[in-house]
């Protein structure tokens, strides 16, 4: 999708109420037929975004532009844009058809093309069959499909999702995650979706916005975001870390960028970074629990480049194929290590008291300054 016209751009756009800045010189532009999610914390300044987008409301600062025009006094009706909203706002009282054939009507569409339009994207979205019902007779599951087909049916240029998979419960949010997203790329609409879930942000999406405190930390693919955080909020907030203090020996380029010697407590290792440090630069080394090499201390032989620390095994998380591994080490910090189960064994290859070597792949760390750090 690089090289993209946006859709829909935000530039330079602040919002606050009453005082309180809920979103500070936002720059986010949302190419053609994406899926793009804005994820992080409550009060971060997702659904404001939503709103800024949809039309509800008008930053104080900057603008908003859809297919390269702005929008900022462009009251919603006038968008092409829709919005399906957590809980989903159906009329109680219309059947499914009347719901969906609602916005069609305000329009003063022909009857036969209202009754075309709506019976298309009900199969599309699998509620043909309950064209007739109304929506208390209907399953969560169910009643957001129509809310989608509600959306959907006007042929909006941008469809924004706000937390909508948020009441559902776990087996259905995921089928319902893999048929948004079939129906996205069916229609080649753009879709937005706004939720604090990482797992559902990384299934759905194209690429992912994260924010905090009202500013965009990190845009990037789901991959580049979990892999290449720019920042602690960021490596934080996506997944599980481990993090070790450091500070550069030296630093020289090579093919990948650089290589710097780097000591990690008392340990000296070697790690390959795409940016220059200076020497006696403090850093932070970041760690996946995936990363992390964990074997019996008796079978330890030395790896070259890595550190290699002592540790004990504190807890191990049963996780269904996985089980997670707690290591204190021997400087009194805790680490944690992501293992596969042993396909010869019936149970966990470590247990409580195990004494570990701990070290990691060379390249799977993630190298931050302390001064690009954001608080976790």
Known sequence: MTGQKPIVELRG?????????ALANVDISIRDKEFLTIL???????TTILRLIGGFDTPDVGTVS???VVVNDLPPEKRAVNTVFQSYALFPHMTVFDNVAFGLKLK????S??????AEILELVEMGKFANRKPHELSGGQQQRVAVARALVNKPLVLLLDESFSALDRRLRKQMQMDIKHLQRELGITFVLVTHDQEEAFTMSDRVVVMNHGNVEQIGSPREVYEEPRNLFVAGFVGETNLFDGSVASCIECDKGYRIEAAIGQMQCTLTVPAIFAVGEKVKVLLRPE??????????THVEGNPIFKGCVVETVYKGTTYDVVVELEDGKTVLATEFFNEDADNVSFRRGDELAVSWIEGWEVVLPYEHQSEL
Do not use: E
């Open 13 to 21: 756009v602040s919002k606050s109420f009453d005082g309180d800045l």
């Open 40 to 46: 992080g914390p409550s009060g971060c300044g997702k």
């Open 66 to 68: 859809l297919g390269g």
């Open 108 to 111: 003063k569409q022909s009857a």
């Open 113 to 118: 093309d209202i009754k075309q339009a709506v």
């Open 291 to 300: 990363d992390i090499k964990i074997l019996p201390w008796s079978a330890y």
